[in-house]
């Protein structure tokens, strides 16, 4: 069974597999650049347990934490995803919906 990729499939605090991919990433970019789990967490400010759960997927790194971690590793953000595939569940619905440019109305609360 495959795993899921969003978090809707997932359940809301479930690890996606775009999750253990970004670890994955940030894992041997650290490796690569030669810098310890103590090092990175030193300059992101949290403990070296979190770096290393974001590193085995167990934790989900925000955007404003993802761009904190490229500008550590001095990686541009898109790497990040690179070799992330979407789903063909995804890929019909975007391809299929249609473009809406008129702006939707909002109804009023009656006081």
């Not at 975007?94 to 008129?102: H, T």
Request: proline residues 4%; charged residues 30%; glycine residues 4%.
């Amino acid at each position: 069974m495959r795993k899921p990729y969003t978090a809707h499939e997932a359940g809301e605090r479930s690890v996606t597999a775009v999750d253990k991919h970004l670890g994955e990433f940030v894992r041997t970019t650290r490796l690569a650049a030669a810098m310890s789990q103590m090092t990175l967490a030193d300059i992101l400010g949290v403990t070296f347990q979190q770096v290393q759960k974001y590193e085995k997927g167990m934790n989900r790194i925000a955007a404003s934490r993802l761009f904190e971690i490229s500008l550590a590793l001095d990686v541009p953000i898109e790497d990040f995803f690179k070799g992330i595939s979407r789903p063909e569940k995804v890929l019909r619905k975007s391809a299929s919906a249609p473009v809406n440019s008129k702006r939707v109305k909002r109804k009023r609360k009656k006081t």
